[in-house]
Every structure is written in structure tokens, then in C-alpha cells.
């Protein structure tokens, strides 16, 4: 594996514990990201566009992977994903919902949005755990995606 | 529908016709009866006088000239018999019952039977008497009339009468043009009048067919149709009631309309608290069970500052949760649980919340000025006063950081009354975000501390009470200004 610093992850959370949730997560398993936070949607949209007080591209790569909550403070996770999909220099980054919400309806609308995959958090921790080291080796270890280069086959 | 509005009009218009045909036939009966009586009088009185006059020239002539000039006798007789058009016979017998003349024989042609004929004894009677006799008999062409006439001489000798034979066929053919021509006329008239009666069931019902129509278009969902009708009579006010009835119906379906609206928008509002509740809930849980689950493994790392960082989110979550909790069970209180309405001094509230904030307001250096002519309202003191506490404390917590913050508290005149506001000179607000600001769990700042259900329940207290409450800012940077309207107290 690379460094984890060639592969950002930008999350957008409001919650600080579950960010920490995160990282703990991610880091007990040996899956080192570099996590990117953004505390609400505007902010998110602010780093991703570098607007702001992310205009310096060095505070802000461009992330491998969007993990976004949809009950944000301001612009909401799926203003946000509906920014981010019609973007199309954004468009192709993966973008993950993650969210306390079992709602049908945010489902619904998170896939008419073009969500590439909607993830309800877990309670318990080990699940957490294990969510998130499936998430960083589905989508940031086996998931390809635009600028990594095709491998020819031998 | 249709077919039954025809067969009313066609039922009125036979109707009209035949008590018209009826009226008509019976008067023209009673018009040819009368006219045939007073035809036969007519002309029996004028057969009479002819025979009263007649009867003197006439055997004075056959006296003074049968028997020598026969010629100059009938020529006699053929001038009377043609002044009286319907005497068609004379017979000149004696008293004794001889047919001496009969005119059927006048032109030349002898009498075969008449030296011999002899009156029978009805005629023969007649023929005795002094005065003139009328014989009524009925023959192979009708009805018959003889009028037989004495000749009563000078001196009072009375020897010859004369028979006159009065013919009805003149009198029955003109009975008959008249008959037809009586006939032609009725017939004409029942035309004319069922042809009126036509016309006038249908204007008749012309009206009625509108009410159908309005009754169908009712039938059908149409509220808004109204009845044109001005005939001044019992139709237009059926069909004054036909329009009563269609405004009540719309009235009510508006009404049945604006509660159902009313119903689903309460509905959904539901179905959002119920989504966000679940949601905001599940959210320090995850926080809880995560940071156990944490615990146990830093505990067992033996790493005691992360042990205690584990317990401050814990801690924290779950007094937020508390919190959310409380702040809920306030909110669901609101509307259900209320103290009896009173006339409450929005100055003396908004004294009362400054007062109550005093802690915090000198803490955070916020001067709050409240301006004159608050209005008084009739409401719930307590839940006013919160909406007083929550809008002052909302204006604390998004002082900017710049200059004197200043809470300014005061009323305007608006197009439904007084409008209150509580307006400050901090961060301000994105016209963007104006109506989320109002919703449950909104938070617009995740830096600033609160759980977003402080300015949901000024809305639902406000909206309780028959008001309104809105937001206007011009933006980051431009200060707030939260503004309701309450119903203002009599």
C-alpha cells in the first residue's frame, strides 16, 4: 500500500465523537487515511470546490473517497451529494453515504442522487470496525478509479 | 335525464291541446245545434208568412182564372212560388178533401191522379180548419214540413185551403257548409293550440332543463355552477335554493379541503419529527455504545487519558441525549398541555426573559432594549415567556464577535396587526437557511453548543397561539431580526 497521504478521504460530519469513531476505527485495523474533516455541508462544498478558506489546493487534495452524514448543519448530505454529481470534475470521486438514518426515504433519495453506496453506522463497535475496514479495502484498496493509471495485463 | 324533461313537455303540451280540442269540439257542437234550431225557425216563420200572404192571391186566382185561363192562374202561381224559395208545392184542396191544383204539375203536364185525389184524414182535418196548421212528418229526404192555410173569404165563407209543402233541402245544405266550415275552424283552432301548447311547455320547461343540467353538474363535483333563472316564479325559486344549496356544498368542501390540507401538512410534520427524532437519537447511541465498546479495549491497554477522554463522550452523549429528551417532551407538551389563556403584556414578558437571562446576558456582555408599544395578547404566560427567553438566548449565542452585541426588542405595525421582533446585530443568517432555521434538531453552526430545538419550539408555541413566526436577515455579517405576530388581546 501507498502512503496514507495519497489517499485522502474527505468526511463530512458534524459529530465530533462519531469522527472520532472514525479515525479510531480506521486506525486499529492498520488502515491509515488521511481523514479530511468537514463540519458541515457548506464547508464540505467550500473544500471541494476550494472556495474559501480552502482556496490553498494543499489543504485540500482531492479526496479518493467522500464519506458523507445527511443531517448537517446549512446544506444538508444530499445538497452536498447533488452538487458533487453534477459536477463533472467531481462526479467520479466515490462517494459513500454514512448515516444514522435507516430511513427509506433518505435512501431513496441519497440513490436517486447518485450515492455510490449508503451505509447505515453501526452501534456496536466491532461492527463499526468492521464496516470501516471493509469500506477502505472496497473502495480505497480494490476500487480503481479516473488518474490511477491502467495496469496492462501480463 | 333528458328524455324525462321531454315527455314533461310533451305531457303539458297534449294536455293543453286536448283540454283546448275538448273545449272547442263541445262549443262547436253546441254552435251547430243552436244554429240548426234557429235556421228551422227562421224558416218555418218565413214558410208561415209566406202561406198567410200567399194563400189569398193564390185561390182567388184559381177561382178567378183556373177554369178559363189556366194559362194566367199558373203564371200567378210560378211568381209566388218564386219569392219563397222553400215552399216547393202549393195544392189548393176544398174542405170537403179534393186535391182541386197541385203545382207539381204546373208546367203542362196533367195531373194523372188529380181529379181523383183525395187528402187523407190528418190533412183533411187541416184543411177543415180555420186556422193554419203546421204537419210535420219525415220523408225518404228528411224531415218534412206542410203548412196548410184556410182561405177565409171576404164574408166568412171558408171553401178552399191550400197545402204548402216547405222543402228543408236549401236549409240542410247551407247546415251543412256551415257544419263544415264550424268543423274546419275547430280543427284549425286544436292546431293552433297545441302548437301554442308546444311552445309554451317548453318554455315552460326550458328552466327545468337548466336545473337538470346544474343538478348533474353538482352530481358531479362542480360546485361553482350557479342557476340563471328569472321566471318570477316557483321555478326561479327552486332555483334560488338549487344556488343556496351549491354555495353550502362548496363552502363545506372548502372547508373539508382546508382540514384535510391542514391534516396532511400536520401529518407530515409528523412523520419528519418522528424521522428526525429517531435519527437525532440514534445518533448519540452510536456515540454511547461506540465509546463503551472503546473503553473496554483502552482499559485494557491500559491507556488511562484515552480511558478518560472515552468517558467525557460518553458523559457527553448521554447528557445530550437527556437533553434532547427533556427538550422534546417541552416541545410535545406544547399545545397539549397549556395554562388557561390570559391577557398577557408582551412588554412585561419581555422584561420578565431579559431578567430571567440576566446571568448570561451580563456574561456574554449583551445589552438588550426593549422598545415602547409592545402589544398586550391573550395567550399562555409561560410558553410567551419562552418565546421571549429562546429568541434573547438564540441572539446571545450568535453574537458576532465584533462590537457592542445589542438585543433589540420591539413591535411595528404589519398588514394582520402589531409584529414583534427580537432583532440583533450578530452573525446573521443566509437567506437560505431562513425556514430550516425553524425546524426540529436544526443546527446552522455545529461549533456553536444547543440541540436545535429552541427556535422549533418559538414556532410551534406561536403557530399555537394563532400566530406566525419568520426570520429576516440580509445575510453572514448583517445581524437577525426574528419577528411573530400574535392575535392582539380586545
Given at each position: 500500500m501507498g502512503k496514507h497521504e495519497d489517499r485522502p478521504v474527505l468526511l463530512v460530519e458534524d459529530n465530533p465523537d462519531h469522527e472520532e469513531l472514525i479515525r479510531r476505527a480506521f486506525a486499529d485495523r492498520g488502515a491509515p487515511v488521511a481523514l479530511n474533516v468537514a463540519r458541515h455541508g457548506e464547508e464540505a462544498l467550500d473544500y471541494l470546490f476550494r472556495r474559501g478558506e480552502y482556496q490553498d489546493a494543499e489543504r485540500s487534495p482531492r479526496p479518493r473517497l467522500i464519506l458523507l452524514?445527511?443531517?448537517?448543519?446549512?446544506?444538508?448530505g444530499l445538497e452536498v451529494l447533488a452538487e458533487v454529481k453534477s459536477s463533472p470534475d467531481l462526479r467520479a470521486i466515490p462517494t459513500v453515504v454514512l448515516t444514522t438514518s435507516e430511513s427509506e426515504d433518505d435512501l431513496a433519495r441519497a440513490c436517486a442522487q447518485h450515492a455510490n453506496s449508503y451505509l447505515v453506522k453501526p452501534v456496536e463497535f466491532e461492527r463499526f470496525e468492521a464496516l470501516m475496514v471493509s469500506l477502505e479495502s472496497y473502495w480505497l484498496t480494490l476500487n480503481r478509479q479516473p488518474g490511477d493509471g491502467g495496469r496492462r495485463a501480463d | 335525464m333528458i328524455a324525462g324533461a321531454r315527455s314533461l313537455r310533451t305531457r303539458l303540451a297534449l294536455a293543453l291541446a286536448t283540454i283546448v280540442a275538448v273545449v272547442l269540439l263541445v262549443n262547436a257542437a253546441l254552435l251547430m245545434l243552436s244554429a240548426r234550431q234557429r235556421l228551422r225557425e227562421r224558416l218555418e216563420t218565413s214558410a208561415s208568412l209566406f202561406a198567410s200572404l200567399a194563400t189569398g192571391p193564390v185561390c182567388s186566382a184559381y177561382d178567378a182564372y183556373?177554369?178559363?185561363g189556366s194559362f194566367k192562374f199558373r203564371q200567378v202561381v210560378r211568381d209566388l212560388l218564386v219569392t219563397a224559395p222553400d215552399v216547393t208545392r202549393l195544392e189548393i184542396v176544398d174542405v170537403e178533401g179534393r186535391v182541386l191544383f197541385d203545382s207539381a204539375h204546373?208546367?203542362?203536364?196533367?195531373?194523372?191522379a188529380a181529379p181523383g185525389r183525395r187528402l187523407d184524414p190528418v190533412r183533411l182535418e187541416a184543411a177543415r180548419r180555420l186556422e193554419p196548421t203546421r204537419i210535420r212528418g219525415r220523408g225518404a229526404e228528411g224531415d218534412t214540413l206542410e203548412i196548410v192555410s184556410p182561405w177565409?173569404?171576404?164574408?166568412?165563407?171558408?171553401?178552399l185551403s191550400v197545402v204548402h209543402h216547405v222543402s228543408f233541402a236549401k236549409l240542410n245544405a247551407e247546415y251543412r257548409r256551415y257544419a263544415r266550415v264550424t268543423l274546419a275552424l275547430t280543427a284549425l283552432s286544436i292546431l293552433v293550440a297545441a302548437g301554442v301548447g308546444l311552445v309554451l311547455a317548453r318554455r315552460l320547461t326550458r328552466p327545468l332543463a337548466g336545473l337538470t343540467e346544474g343538478a348533474r353538474e353538482i352530481a358531479q363535483g362542480r360546485f361553482g355552477r350557479r342557476l340563471d333563472v328569472h321566471t318570477g316564479d316557483e321555478l326561479e325559486t327552486l332555483a334560488k335554493a338549487f344556488n343556496e344549496m351549491a354555495e353550502r356544498l362548496e363552502a363545506t368542501r372548502t372547508e373539508r379541503e382546508r382540514l384535510i390540507g391542514e391534516l396532511e401538512r400536520r401529518n407530515a410534520e409528523l412523520e419528519r419529527f418522528t424521522y428526525t427524532v429517531s435519527h437525532d437519537l440514534r445518533s448519540p447511541l452510536v456515540t454511547v455504545r461506540g465509546f463503551v465498546d472503546l473503553l473496554e479495549k483502552d482499559v485494557a491497554a491500559a491507556a488511562p487519558e484515552r480511558v478518560a477522554a472515552d468517558l467525557a463522550r460518553i458523559r457527553g452523549a448521554t447528557s445530550t441525549m437527556e437533553k434532547l429528551l427533556r427538550e422534546l417532551l417541552e416541545l410535545s407538551r406544547v399545545g397539549r398541555v397549556m395554562n388557561p389563556p390570559e391577557r398577557v403584556s408582551l412588554d412585561e414578558l419581555a422584561r420578565q426573559a431579559t431578567a430571567l437571562l440576566h446571568g448570561r446576558l451580563r456574561a456574554a456582555g449583551v445589552r438588550v432594549e426593549i422598545g415602547p408599544g409592545l402589544p398586550f395578547v391573550t395567550g399562555d404566560r409561560l410558553r410567551l415567556l419562552e418565546v421571549f427567553q429562546n429568541l434573547i438566548e438564540n441572539a446571545v449565542k450568535f453574537r458576532?464577535?465584533?462590537?457592542e452585541p445589542v438585543v433589540e426588542v420591539g413591535s411595528r405595525p404589519g398588514p394582520d396587526g402589531p409584529v414583534v421582533y427580537v432583532r440583533d446585530n450578530g452573525v446573521g443568517i443566509d437567506p437560505r437557511y431562513h425556514d430550516r432555521v425553524f425546524g426540529l434538531f436544526e443546527r446552522l453552526d455545529p461549533r456553536v453548543e444547543g440541540t436545535g430545538v429552541g427556535l422549533a419550539l418559538v414556532k410551534r408555541i406561536v403557530e399555537v397561539h394563532g400566530g406566525q413566526v419568520w426570520v429576516e436577515s440580509e445575510?453572514?455579517?448583517?445581524g437577525s431580526t426574528f419577528c411573530f405576530s400574535l392575535p392582539v388581546a380586545p
Open positions: 452524514d445527511l443531517r448537517l448543519p446549512r446544506v444538508d | 183556373f177554369e178559363s204546373l208546367e203542362g203536364v196533367p195531373d194523372p177565409v173569404e171576404d164574408w166568412g165563407r171558408h171553401r458576532s464577535g465584533q462590537g445575510g453572514a455579517g448583517h
